[in-house]
C-alpha cells in the first residue's frame, strides 16, 4: 500500500505477508567465544545484528537458508528471541559441488513449490538475503510468482542497516 506506512495504517488494512529466506556465514557472521571446559565454543551475534534481524522479523517470516547444524542455529535463535520460530530450508550437503552461480537457488525453489503445494506458503512476496546470489538468482527473482527482492551483503561487512532500510522500502512500496 503505497503512501501508508505500517504505524500509521489502521488494523484492517492488509500489508504484504513477508518470507525473509536469511543465510548465516556472510550475513549474520556469529564470531566464535569460548565454551567452559570440554564444550563447544559458542557463537555469538553482535547486539547491531541481533537489533537488524529482530527488524526483520518484525516485516515477516524468518526461514534460515543454511547448512549450518541444528544446534548452533538454535544457540542463534536464543540470542535472536523472535517472536516465530524460523522455518529451516532444507539443504543438501553438496551444495559446494554445485557449478551454479548461487548453490542454494535449486532447494529453495523446491522447497518454495513444495510449501505452496501443502498449502503452506503463506506469504505474497519473499526476501532473499544471501552473499551469494549470481545472474540465476536474478532471472529466478524475475520469473517468480511473487515479488522478490534479492539482498547480497559483502561477506566481510554481512548484514547492515542498508540492507533492512531495503527490505523495510520493498515492503512499504507492496513489494513493488
Known sequence: MAGISRADAPA?????????LLDI??????VARAAGPGGEPELVLSETRIALV????????????????AEQRAGLERQLQLPLEPL???????????????PKLRPVSRWLKKMELLGEAEWDAVVWIDDVLGPDAREWAHQYNQP????????????????VVAVEVFVDGDGG
Do not use: C
Not at 12 to 20: R, T
Not at 88 to 102: I, Q
Not at 148 to 163: D, I, K, N, Y
Open 88 to 102: 529451516r530450508v532444507p539443504l543438501s550437503g553438496s551444495l559446494s559441488e554445485s557449478d551454479a552461480a548461487t
Open 25 to 30: 556465514d556472510g550475513v549474520l557472521n556469529p
Open 12 to 20: 484492517s488494512v492488509p500489508f504484504m505477508k513477508l518470507l525473509i
Open 148 to 163: 522478490v527482492l534479492l539482498e547480497r551483503p559483502s561477506p566481510a561487512q554481512g548484514l547492515t542497516e542498508v540492507h
Open 54 to 69: 529482530r527488524r526483520l522479523a518484525a516485516l515477516g517470516r524468518i526461514a534460515w537458508v543454511s547448512t549450518w547444524p
